[in-house]
């Protein structure tokens, strides 16, 4: 098992940047394939971006594409999201995810993809 804590949200102007961290508990992190996920008020949960456990394989949703930069660095347990150009749509709780990785080229972009968990870290952008 692993367990997730996010740090990093806060309350930003548009056009800013923030930085999220989601620390990962356990010896095996390098065997999981990471996620970012957010949910604004009254809507779903939805995919922000994902990495593979060896970094070398990323994927962004379309509405995030070209602002936010998600890393790894496996030898601290940590997944980063950068996040600049921020925009009021932005807007919402913040999520770290893991699953196992496996084989294959697919990067999972489903929240029921993933087993574990973060509690969130509120990001709120100002107009």
């Known amino acids: 098992q692993v367990q997730l804590v996010e740090s990093g949200g806060g309350l930003v102007q548009a056009g800013g940047s923030l930085r999220l961290s989601c620390a990962a508990s356990g010896r095996t992190f390098s065997s999981y394939a990471m996620g970012w996920f957010r949910q604004a008020p009254g809507k779903e949960r939805e995919f922000v971006a994902a990495?593979?456990?060896?970094?070398?394989?990323?994927s962004y949703a379309d509405s995030v594409k070209g602002r936010f930069t998600i890393s790894r660095d496996n030898a601290k347990n940590t997944v980063d999201l950068q996040m600049n150009s921020l925009k009021p749509e932005d807007t919402a709780v913040y999520y770290c995810a893991a699953r196992v990785d496996g084989l294959g080229a697919v990067t999972w972009v489903r929240a029921i993809d993933y087993d574990y968990w973060g509690q969130g870290t509120q990001v709120t952008v100002s107009s």
């Open positions: 990495i593979r456990r060896s970094a070398g394989r990323t």
